[in-house]
């Protein structure tokens, strides 16, 4: 009887030492919690860690673990933790989006895929596991099927202006231009100040020649953003197709300066100058174009052109020459060069 009385007490203590353990565990997962939302990286893993060694069958600690390990950018440590839990709830959605995102991390975007798409045929109401599906698709460039995600998505929050503008990307590189300008503006109406909103909403307009519209947009990006050599060399590459070589060449010049390796805006900037009248001036300019772009035909064209401008005839003549076998060169498509025509 004694021992059967042992047996009884013992019993008893243990229950209670885990119900203690449970309690002490909730604590930490709601303190967790709370650092997590606050930004306190630090102390939401520390919360959790100590909650897995209370717990280690709970899921909410290791939804907690995973997620604070993949905010913390400690990817080693969440991909531990992520196909640990994956494996004892396979079925949890969560777990297998952030196990997702670690992939997409560390550049295993296949392996990405599997699990975000996994984690969607669980639970396909989450606006945040089809956007993030269509980060990894853009990444890949698989745009038709990065747009089907966000169609998804929008359909659950119309209100978030950033997949409205990657709806707009993925529209714009499968060929559906006037649907991407509509995503775009609509961006832009949810959000005026987004990001480089209007360098996208322009881009899109100078794509189908609606190079006026394109300029607008892009003279507001360059207001919000003066040192961004993309939006600088777009703006100046319209003015250039415009007709408008003074106002060009600024934003061309600026572009050169920012990104000294853009080819493309040295190029144009040198063929600028010599519309312009300044052969003298343009003739670096796109001997530098040539250095960063080798095997691009048009830059000797236009350098063909200042030299003859300036009486250098036999240079002329020898980058003519040059501007043919380059372009000779150039692979076919549909019986066309690829490429510049000048």
Not at 121 to 132: E, Q, W
Not at 284 to 292: G, M, N, S
Request: hydrophobic share 40%; glycine share 8%.
């Amino acid at each position: 009887m004694r021992s059967a009385g042992i047996i009884v007490v013992g019993l008893f203590l243990l229950a209670g030492g885990l119900c203690r353990a449970q309690e002490d565990a909730q604590k930490l997962i709601r303190s967790g919690k709370d650092s997590l939302e606050a930004g306190d990286l630090r102390r939401a893993t520390a919360d959790f860690e100590k909650a897995r060694q209370l717990a280690p069958d709970n899921v909410e600690v290791n939804r907690g673990l995973l997620l604070t390990y993949l905010e913390a950018g400690q990817l080693h440590e969440a991909e531990a933790v992520g196909t640990s839990a994956a494996a004892r709830w396979p079925q949890d959605a969560q777990i297998q989006h952030w196990l997702g995102l670690v992939y997409f991390k560390t550049g295993r975007n296949e392996q990405a895929l599997e699990s975000l798409q996994r984690s969607e045929k669980i639970d396909g109401s989450l606006f945040d596991i089809h956007f993030d599906t269509a980060l990894v698709l853009l990444e890949t460039k698989q745009y038709s099927p990065a747009a089907d995600e966000l169609e998804k998505a929008i359909k659950l929050n119309s209100s978030d202006a950033l997949a409205h503008v990657l709806l707009g990307r993925a529209y714009q590189n499968s060929n559906r231009t006037l649907q991407a300008i509509s995503e775009f503006q609509g961006a832009l109406r949810i959000d005026p100040n987004l990001p480089l909103g209007h360098y996208h909403l322009g881009f899109a307009y100078a794509s189908v020649g609606r190079n006026p519209e394109a300029i607008a947009e892009y003279e507001k990006e360059v207001a919000r953003s003066p040192e961004n050599p993309n939006v600088r060399y777009e703006l100046g590459h319209c003015l250039l197709e415009t007709g408008d070589w003074t106002s060009a060449m600024a934003h061309l010049k600026k572009a050169t300066e920012l990104a000294p390796q853009n080819g493309d805006a040295a190029y144009d900037l040198g063929k600028a100058m010599v519309l312009e009248g300044d052969a003298a001036g343009a003739i670096p300019v796109l001997r530098r174009a040539i250095e960063l772009n080798p095997a691009d035909p048009s830059p000797h064209y236009q350098l063909a052109r200042a030299l003859e401008k300036t009486g250098n005839a036999d240079e002329a003549k020898l980058e003519r020459q040059r501007f043919a076998e380059l372009k000779k060169a150039q692979p076919q498509t549909g019986g066309m060069a690829t490429g510049r025509i000048q």
